[in-house]
């Protein structure tokens, strides 16, 4: 499986929707914040489980109003 860069800002888009992707430093900032000390590759895997984690939610939540 083919991972995508994570240390920029970029958007996910589902249907007409998009979702503000963080820099991995800010991730693992963030973890830290509340205890979770991760390695980059680490936080790199929870935040891409956590943005395919939203793409369900909306999709399931959401299909009724999405294209």
């Known amino acids: 499986m083919k991972r995508r860069n994570l240390n920029k800002r970029e958007n996910l888009t589902f249907s ?18 509340v205890g979770i000390d991760v390695l980059q590759e680490e936080a790199e895997l ?12 909306i999709n399931e939540c959401f299909r009724d109003y999405m294209d």
Do not use: G
């Open 46 to 57: 929870i935040m891409e489980f956590l943005y395919n984690y939203t793409k369900i939610v």
């Open 16 to 33: 007409n929707m998009e979702i503000e992707k963080i820099p991995i430093e800010e991730a693992m900032k963030l973890l830290k914040e």
